[in-house]
């Protein structure tokens, strides 16, 4: 099963900031979080990755709350283009799997 | 650039015939590649890791002689969808891991659609 739990679904308008959350209550210590989006009949496409210390990158941040337990995948300019499903996840330990969730189908409106 | 190329893209063929996808990695060597199957508005599901040398390793429920993969080298991984028949029909993706905790890199993906 999955490590992460997200929304379903979101809106954003252009040009606000999307916020994405994720949980992942049952991480470990040495647990990445990965963030991936898909658009339609294409591969994931790599976002943005973190341990605990937040980071950014070109295309969007990643906030890590302390605990760990949960994280928020910053779009700051949504445009049209972000729509797409966004998939949050934690790799198990001693493993390279990847067991995707359902992910957030994030809509940007016009 | 793509790191990890996938071919096919897509495919259309029919009821009966096997099937052939590649997956390879640029300019990197994967001992272990991933495959992935993805129906219509639903996630990606798990379905075999591909270990170069050895035999691949399937998911819980993943038929094994339907889906055979092969890992020839370490650079390719290819599954072949053998005998493939409608309920075949579906998108599948293949991956290779990062080193230690980078990404995972992602094909393109390949369409196949059985009549």
């Known amino acids: 099963d999955a490590k992460t739990t997200q929304p379903p679904s979101m809106d954003c308008a252009e040009g606000r900031a999307a916020n994405l959350p994720c949980n992942h209550s049952?991480?470990?210590?040495?647990?990445?979080v990965y963030w991936y989006r898909q658009i339609h009949s294409q591969g994931p496409q790599y976002i943005i990755h973190?341990?605990?210390n937040n980071e950014t990158n070109e295309m969007a941040s990643l906030i890590i709350t302390e605990d760990r337990k949960s994280s928020t995948l910053i779009l700051p300019h949504a445009t049209l283009r972000d729509t797409a499903v966004y998939y949050c996840?934690?790799?198990?330990?001693?493993?390279?799997?990847?067991?995707f969730g359902t992910g957030t189908r994030l809509k940007v409106l016009a | 650039g793509a790191v990890v190329s996938q071919h096919p893209s897509r495919v259309i063929c029919k009821s009966g015939t096997s099937v052939k996808i590649e997956c390879r990695s640029l300019?990197?060597?994967?001992?272990?590649m991933f495959w992935y199957r993805q129906f219509p508005k639903k996630s990606l599901m798990l379905m075999a890791t591909?270990?170069?040398?050895?035999?691949?390793?399937?998911e819980q429920g993943v038929e094994k002689d339907k889906f055979l993969i092969n890992h020839a080298s370490l650079t390719l991984s290819t599954l072949t969808v053998t005998s493939a028949h409608p309920e075949d029909s579906s998108f599948y993706i293949c991956?290779?891991?990062?080193?230690?905790?980078?990404?995972?890199?992602f094909g393109d993906g390949t369409r196949l659609s059985i009549l």
């Open positions: 996840i934690v790799r198990g330990s001693g493993t390279y799997k990847y067991i």
């Open positions: 049952t991480i470990s210590g040495n647990e990445y």
């Open positions: 973190g341990l605990k």
């Open positions: 591909s270990n170069e040398g050895s035999k691949a390793t399937y």
């Open positions: 300019d990197f060597q994967a001992t272990t």
């Open positions: 991956s290779a891991p990062g080193i230690d905790n980078q990404p995972q890199h």
